[in-house]
């Protein structure tokens, strides 16, 4: 994360920031909140790449899915790292 900052305003539903507050622990709330968006971004660039490659390769299949799915199970039970992905 880049170490320049810069304080914004933002509003936001009262439930959900009392829930972030509480979760944000001694970096508090605006590093929190740092670290949603920045998981956000990377979900958006994620859905970029996909939607490109789709357009050039034409969509995933489920099929595909399940195979990559499959493959990365594998991988993580050969390194024994728990948790399968779904």
């Known amino acids: 994360m880049s170490s320049l900052t810069q304080k914004?305003?933002?509003t936001m539903p009262r439930d959900i920031a009392e829930q972030a507050r509480s979760r944000s622990g001694p970096?508090?709330?605006s590093s929190y909140v740092a670290a949603a968006v920045?998981?956000?971004?990377?979900?958006?660039?994620?859905n970029d790449l996909i939607e490109a490659l789709e357009s050039h390769h034409g969509p995933i299949t489920d099929e595909e899915i399940q195979?990559?799915?499959?493959?990365?199970?594998?991988?993580r039970e050969?390194?024994?790292?728990?948790g399968a992905v779904e």
């Open 38 to 46: 920045a998981r956000q971004l990377e979900r958006d660039n994620l």
């Open 67 to 75: 195979q990559t799915r499959d493959e990365l199970n594998r991988a």
């Open 78 to 82: 050969e390194q024994g790292t728990p």
């Open 27 to 29: 970096s508090g709330l």
């Open 8 to 10: 914004y305003s933002i």
